[in-house]
């Protein structure tokens, strides 16, 4: 009689610790197009960047246009080339960039519809940029360690020919939709004024309501960011998803605790249940301003990837979590939740490098502080 009574007890102890699936209540969902790959590529900047203004050309045109992520790609390449050129090679090259590096793309060189400008050729099906990449980058080698330590005159358009190639030529005349655009008044048409966004950030090595260049590897062109207390941040997150504006995000996905194949994102309290907290919920830590500065600062916190934010939702014991579309397909067998990624409120104060929004979507006090 003893023993069963102990089998009892283990059986209830074993029962009350298991986790609980997750189940989620949706509390904001803005509209934004389907989820497409970005394929072999490291070009989720303009992935997330060009999804995050098609969601702004709906909520202000009403419109749904499919926008070329490559035709910003194609644009922005040249000048990553002449930085790295002009810096000697003491500069980095590589397929990152942020959501700045579209805006200014747009601004230079307007816009385009996908079909006019999809960086694939005649039976291609899917963007693989390993090739092009390395080819660029024995290239600028070769112009910078010229032993004769004169630049050709010809790197320009070498350069120029290679994305030719590889991607395409810039057609400065298209139809769409039965009219006859540029790519700057395609812009025009869609309401989109590149001015009008702002990045913001929340780190305690520059001072809060001023503005500095973020020191991450992929800030390139040495973008600025509106610097504020991390508090401040998530109410901005809040607050724009509230009034209908989506968020573009730079983020930190190399966390175990960060599944696109189970579809969460979470930073649990106890490090032994990070993988059990894939499929089902465990407290979470309490992210600190002090502690998201450390793992900043210790590198535990990297900027990895970057995504759009397009609703909240809520599990069933009330934590916030954040839907945030991915650029990985939508393949069941690698991506859950048709190809978003919930975001617990946790895993965004942590690992959130910075965010990209309208100014319209700050709230009026924290515009205020801003001078914006």
């Given at each position: 009689?003893?023993?069963?009574?102990?089998?009892?007890?283990?059986?209830?102890?074993?029962?009350?610790?298991?986790?609980?699936?997750?189940?989620?209540?949706?509390?904001?969902?803005?509209?934004?197009?389907?989820?497409?790959?970005?394929?072999?590529?490291?070009?989720?900047?303009?992935?997330?960047?060009?999804?995050?203004?098609?969601?702004?050309?709906?909520?202000?045109?009403?419109?749904?246009?499919?926008?070329?992520?490559?035709?910003?790609?194609?644009?922005?390449?040249?000048?990553?080339?002449?930085?790295?050129?002009?810096?000697?090679?003491?500069?980095?090259?590589?397929?990152?960039?942020?959501?700045?590096?579209?805006?200014?793309?747009?601004?230079?060189?307007?816009?385009?519809?996908?079909?006019?400008?999809?960086?694939?050729?005649?039976?291609?099906?899917?963007?693989?940029?390993?090739?092009?990449?390395?080819?660029?980058?024995?290239?600028?080698?070769?112009?910078?360690?010229?032993?004769?330590?004169?630049?050709?005159?010809?790197?320009k358009p070498a350069i120029e020919?290679v994305l030719d190639a590889y991607?395409?030529?810039?057609?400065?005349?298209?139809?769409?939709?039965?009219?006859?655009?540029?790519?700057?008044?395609?812009?025009?048409?869609?309401?989109?004024?590149?001015?009008?966004?702002?990045?913001?950030?929340?780190?305690?090595?520059?001072?809060?309501?001023?503005?500095?260049?973020?020191?991450?590897?992929?800030?390139?062109?040495?973008?600025?960011?509106?610097?504020?207390?991390?508090?401040?941040?998530?109410?901005?997150?809040?607050?724009?998803?509230?009034?209908?504006?989506?968020?573009?995000?730079?983020?930190?996905?190399?966390?175990?605790?960060?599944?696109?194949?189970?579809?969460?994102?979470?930073?649990?309290?106890?490090?032994?249940?990070?993988?059990?907290?894939?499929?089902?919920?465990?407290?979470?830590?309490?992210?600190?301003?002090?502690?998201?500065?450390?793992?900043?600062?210790?590198?535990?916190?990297?900027?990895?990837?970057?995504?759009?934010?397009?609703?909240?939702?809520?599990?069933?014991?009330?934590?916030?979590?954040?839907?945030?579309?991915?650029?990985?397909?939508?393949?069941?067998?690698?991506?859950?939740?048709?190809?978003?990624?919930?975001?617990?409120?946790?895993?965004?104060?942590?690992?959130?490098?910075?965010?990209?929004?309208?100014?319209?979507?700050?709230?009026?006090?924290?515009?205020?502080?801003?001078?914006?």
């Amino acid at each position: 009689m003893k023993k069963i009574l102990i089998s009892i007890g283990i059986f209830f102890s074993i029962n009350l610790s298991a986790q609980e699936a997750y189940k989620f209540t949706t509390i904001t969902d803005l509209e934004a197009l389907p989820v497409i790959s970005q394929g072999n590529t490291g070009t989720c900047w303009s992935f997330s960047g060009t999804s995050f203004l098609e969601s702004e050309i709906i909520r202000l045109t009403g419109k749904r246009i499919d926008l070329s992520e490559m035709y910003q790609v194609r644009n922005t390449y040249p000048l990553k080339a002449e930085n790295y050129i002009m810096r000697q090679g003491k500069a980095q090259f590589s397929e990152g960039g942020l959501a700045h590096d579209v805006l200014n793309s747009v601004e230079k060189h307007g816009l385009m519809p996908q079909e006019a400008f999809s960086g694939l050729f005649q039976n291609e099906k899917s963007h693989n940029h390993a090739e092009l990449v390395a080819i660029l980058e024995a290239m600028l080698k070769t112009y910078v360690d010229n032993p004769g330590k004169k630049l050709s005159a010809k790197w320009k358009p070498a350069i120029e020919g290679v994305l030719d190639a590889y991607l395409g030529k810039n057609n400065l005349n298209f139809t769409y939709g039965g009219k006859q655009y540029t790519p700057q008044s395609f812009l025009e048409m869609t309401g989109i004024q590149p001015s009008d966004y702002i990045n913001i950030t929340s780190f305690t090595h520059a001072p809060f309501y001023s503005q500095f260049i973020l020191n991450i590897p992929d800030n390139w062109s040495n973008g600025s960011f509106y610097n504020v207390p991390l508090d401040e941040m998530m109410t901005t997150i809040n607050n724009a998803l509230e009034k209908g504006f989506t968020v573009e995000l730079d983020c930190d996905v190399s966390e175990r605790t960060f599944s696109s194949k189970d579809g969460v994102a979470i930073i649990p309290e106890n490090s032994e249940n990070n993988i059990k907290a894939l499929q089902g919920i465990y407290p979470e830590k309490t992210i600190t301003q002090q502690y998201r500065q450390e793992e900043f600062e210790n590198y535990n916190t990297t900027d990895d990837h970057l995504m759009h934010i397009t609703g909240m939702l809520r599990d069933q014991n009330g934590t916030k979590y954040y839907k945030v579309k991915n650029s990985w397909g939508t393949d069941e067998s690698r991506n859950a939740h048709g190809g978003y990624v919930y975001f617990s409120e946790t895993y965004m104060r942590l690992k959130a490098i910075s965010i990209t929004v309208h100014k319209d979507a700050l709230p009026k006090n924290i515009s205020k502080k801003l001078n914006i």
